[in-house]
């Protein structure tokens, strides 16, 4: 019995080696492991074994077995390496300079943000930014959201636990909860409650909703939203700034509608729709692009400026909207994928 096991792991040690490939690997192991392989058959004789010589053969058998697996395993692990050295490819020097891939482009979110950005600058806007993590404060009760607002539900807002703690983000009452934006419009509550009118901010940045994803929708995207106010500021001049941007924007041809609306932040409110047939891939007369209105009075007594003094209107938009309506994009999902071949597509002068 000795004999024979000794010889059959002879023969494995001699043979595995030299196994290259999973299919050669997997008819070798049937060999001497399979139902009918060499060591299997020589177990299948334990049942012939005298009993009293059944323990010394059976711990033979069981070395013999770890053996054999041990060779099993070796020459698995070298056919692994093989393969992944084969999808690595040649060798390389890393410490060689890289090949000059060109020059870098402009993510087209990062380019709709910075034109949207240039053009409100021209007309006397100046460019707010506020944290990502805010509180229920900023972002609902100063933007006159009441509590039972469907909007402050969990399955829409993304809140952090009851204990979590943000140093460097104050709280206006220690019972309400730390979350994640879901607009922009915080940093306007932020700029008003800083300084007193005139104020003119253009507030991009990321925000935050529980969407599932999908070619329109995302559950992390980004808005721009603007803020004006001054002394008898209308919706004339809102209807007028919104004419100016979207032309310069997306080009001469473009037209936009007010449509009523509510929005708690500002009354009268509107929906803004726009007409851009010119545009790749927009089959529609009409798309909504985004909401607008006069600031509401008691948004203004809340952030201590006196409402029969100021008027103000403000407005927002996504995005990932616009940069879709520019370039012809149909979905949403491309502008989060670091796809190069997608990126390269934009260039800086596009």
Known sequence: MQDLLNAILAKAAGELPGVRSRPDFEAAKARYVGPNGELTQVMKKMGAVPKEERPAVGKMVNEAKISLQAHLDAALATIEASEIASQLGPRIDPTLPSPDLGPGTMHPLTHVREEMCRILRKVGFSVADGPEVETEYYCFDALNTPADHPARDAQDTFYFPPSTQFGNIARKNPEEKYLLRTHTSSVQIRTM????????????????????????????FHQLECLSVDRNVTVRDLKALLDHVFSSLLGPDTKIRFRPHYFGYTEPSFEVDLSAKHLPKVNKEWIEIGGCGMVDPTVFSGVGYDPNVWTGYAFGMGLERLAMLLYGIDDIRYFYQNDVRFLKQFSLST
């Open 193 to 220: 409650l800083k300084g007193s009118p005139p104020i003119r901010i253009v507030s991009p940045g990321r925000v935050y909703r529980r969407d599932t994803s999908d070619a329109t929708h995302s559950a992390n």
